[in-house]
């Protein structure tokens, strides 16, 4: 190895990319995070089974649906806008952007409606909650896990929706490009769990009782 | 080396403190504030210890003395034990011991500092002002519906201060796969790197069920419903579980770190390669695996099944095994070295002692029919301050000293420090040894009151507490002193191996003039020979 090509194997150490890994790290803890959630809402469904059907069968699965399909929806275009700036198409990849950071904030703002509906129709466990029928007690944990599991799910949506926008003006004024591509998949990365957890989050509080 | 050229010289202002994204100087930062949180938890044991010396509760009220012991153990714990190797001495060797300039992400290691002095502060300030009667496991529904204290105030802090944990976790998992210099395989480094390795996949994996854990608890103290409250329809079976499942392998954030100082240490002060290298890697790893099944043996006679009690109770055995193995094997490293006892050997083998006498009394504790009677008596406290107070606080003074020369560039008094080390010792097993007897004797913990028959032990307790707090008066005041008037330290004082020698003390700013190249095993000590040690690690950067 000739000395010059020595020097350079050894300052690549400190050249090595980290952002990558860092985000699985952190998306390792955000799994535990909502697993305490799961975890709760288990063994709440597992003493209330019966409410807890009750209960889902008052969510309203046509936003809920329909929220499915966006937030999926959004995955793709965030995927393609990956691919799109490592293929080095900055500008195509500011508009598949773009619709993503649309797509979170139709979910969004859909979830806010619903969550207005709900008030509506008594079931904010922690306001004037009016349940019929005899599984009251269990239906008002349900919407207890509801209100948090999809608060928690919003607000990582809401942070998700900062770094979109941050991804938007860096690639807009070419700070990341096809050289510097490793902002936005880390990004793409954070997008995709939140997308994850909703996969599952979907299905425990929509569908419980419509199988 | 001139201290203007080190990373102590370069910006003195207070803003280039606050501002620092250098490792080393966060390290200071976070070895400032756990020293003060170190100080007001041993003024809250103080106050214990002292109100104990009689049965009737003289001194303090029941509820100023509920307060007290939630005091010491929530800053103990989250605000100086958590953070005290890892973020101190961690923060300071991984990136030296690996050879890298930096940790992978040094404006969040600084955001991590700075949540943890923001939690922790306020946290203090509440326990103190406000105060707060639950103990530092915030047990519900005591806490979520009977305590008039200030519960949700309390847990915000611990939250925040968990965001710290995380963050430090994170970033030295991708500094020890990212950032290691040529030639430092993953079985070239110390074992100080692996076992904080192994401490941060717990800090970065269990965390976050603390801090989701600790949320619920607020929101139902908040709102009034919740999934802990049995009156509530919850379950505060299941509160224990989460928060055990954070808090077990909590333990090991506090002991693996421990564990690879004195591997240091004991290499270095026995001139001797660590014996069985590779497997006291595996055993470090193998305690984190094993940490996160155990949780269970908490709750022995909280009412989980029988069968749930037997599986953790066989799991918790099995962690005895891993913790054997790296006692066996520092014993073996003694054998036939070339021992000298400078003080951080003192403080290493004073950990070995105690953390052998913990580790067997936890095995009383982890057998199912006799927890039941030892469960929630001073034999419980007793086992796990041998393990936190013997096992990491004498690891951590063992590091401390060990690399005080490295840090400041100051060699610190020896013979203040051997007596320190000694009085930490015999006032160590005064205060705690008579506790096992206590609990023997059926003494339950966090009473006020207790019956006169147990006066004299808790006397001795009292007077064994007293001599500990003067050993840890010590040290602040000769390091202090050292600071100023110590005599200049060589770059490797110790002639000890690993890359954080090879370069001057205090370290230049980057660490290394140029990115060192490993050529060698780690502790490639030679008996009797004091002077090669390490020479040819990394000729570039000698003294």
């Known amino acids: ?211 | 080396m001139s201290n203007t050229d080190s990373y102590l010289g370069a910006g003195l202002r207070l803003r280039d403190w606050l501002t620092t994204t250098d490792h080393k100087r966060i390290a200071i930062l976070y070895a400032m504030g756990i020293t003060a949180f170190f100080f007001v938890g041993g003024a809250a044991a103080t106050l214990i210890r002292l109100s104990l010396i009689t049965p009737q509760g003289d001194l303090v009220s029941a509820e100023t003395y509920n307060k007290l012991f939630t005091v010491h153990g929530v800053v103990m714990v989250w605000f100086f034990l958590i953070p005290s190797i890892p973020a101190t001495l961690g923060n300071f060797l991984i990136p030296m011991m690996i050879g890298a300039h930096d940790v992978a992400f040094p404006r969040l290691n600084l955001l991590s500092w700075y949540l943890y002095m923001g939690g922790a502060l306020f946290t203090v300030a509440d326990l103190i002002i406000g105060g707060v009667d639950t103990g530092w496991t915030f047990y519900t529904p005591l806490s979520t519906m009977f305590s008039n204290t200030a519960v949700v105030a309390a847990v915000a802090g611990v939250f925040v201060v968990g965001f710290s944990s995380i963050l430090t976790g994170l970033n030295f998992i991708v500094t020890v796969h990212r950032r290691r210099a040529p030639g430092m395989g993953w079985f070239r480094l110390p074992l100080f790197v692996w076992a904080l390795y192994g401490t941060s996949l717990i800090l970065v994996l269990a965390t976050p069920v603390l801090a989701m854990t600790l949320v619920l608890l607020a929101a139902e103290r908040l709102f009034g419903i919740g999934i802990f409250d049995p009156a509530l329809g919850g379950d505060p079976l299941l509160f224990q579980h989460l928060f055990w499942f954070y808090s077990h392998p909590a333990v090991y954030i506090m002991i693996l770190p421990a564990m690879g100082v004195v591997s240091e240490v004991i290499a270095c002060f026995a001139r001797k390669p660590v014996f069985g290298y590779r497997m006291m890697a595996y055993a470090i790893i193998g305690i984190a695996s094993v940490s996160f099944l155990v949780w269970g043996h908490h709750m022995f006679v909280s009412g989980q099944s029988m069968y749930a009690g037997m599986v953790f109770s066989f799991l918790s055995y099995l962690v005895a095994v891993p913790s054997a193995i790296k006692v066996f094997n520092w014993t073996a490293t003694l054998f036939r070295g070339s021992i000298s006892f400078e003080a951080p050997m003192l403080y290493a083998l004073g950990f070995i002692g105690l953390f052998m006498l913990g580790g067997l009394t936890g095995l009383y504790l982890a057998a199912l029919a006799l927890d039941v009677n030892l469960t929630d008596t001073y034999f419980v406290v007793a086992h796990f301050h041998y393990i936190m107070v013997g096992g990491s606080v004498m690891a951590y003074f063992a590091g401390i000293h060990f690399w005080w020369p490295k840090i400041t560039g100051r060699m610190y008094p020896e013979s203040w420090a051997r007596l320190a080390a000694i009085a930490i010792f015999i006032g160590f097993n005064l205060t705690f040894f008579p506790q096992y007897l206590l609990g023997m004797e059926g003494m339950p913990r966090r009473y006020w009151e207790y019956d006169p028959q147990f006066q004299v032990l808790n006397v001795l307790s009292s007077a064994g507490a007293a001599i500990l707090a003067g050993g840890y008066l010590l040290p602040a005041l000769y390091l202090s002193w050292s600071l100023r008037y110590g005599p200049r330290a060589a770059a490797n004082p110790w002639q000890a191996t690993g890359l954080e020698w090879q370069t001057p003390s205090p370290p230049p700013e980057g660490n290394f003039p140029t990115t060192p190249r490993v050529v060698r095993d780690p502790y490639d000590y030679t008996p009797g020979n004091r002077d090669e040690a390490g020479a040819a690690m990394h000729p570039q950067a000698g003294p």
């Open chain 1, 1 to 211: 190895m000739s000395a010059a090509s020595q020097d350079a194997a050894l300052e690549s150490a400190a050249e090595r990319p980290v952002g990558e890994l860092g985000m699985w790290v952190f998306l390792a803890t955000e799994v535990l995070f909502f697993g305490v959630l799961f975890c709760g809402y288990v063994v709440m469904r597992w003493y209330y089974p019966q409410g807890f059907a009750a209960a889902s069968r008052h969510t309203d699965v046509v936003i809920g649906s329909a929220n499915t399909a966006v937030l999926l929806t959004s995955s793709l275009t965030m995927a393609l806008a990956v691919q799109s700036l490592q293929q080095g198409a900055a500008r195509r990849t500011v508009w598949l952007l773009a619709a993503t950071l649309l797509l979170g904030a139709a979910f969004l703002g859909l979830k806010l409606y619903e969550y207005r509906d709900d008030y509506l129709r008594h079931l904010v466990p922690w306001l004037d909650f009016v349940f019929p029928g005899r599984h009251a007690g269990g239906a008002r944990l349900f919407f207890y896990m509801y209100f948090v599991m999809t608060g928690a799910h919003a607000l990582h949506l809401t942070v998700g929706l900062g770094v979109v926008t941050v991804m938007i003006i860096g690639v807009a004024r070419g700070a990341f490009s096809r050289e510097r591509a490793a902002p936005v998949e880390v990004a793409a990365l954070y997008w995709h769990l939140i997308d994850v957890v909703w996969i599952f989050l979907y299905p425990i509080l929509y569908l419980v009782a419509r199988t």
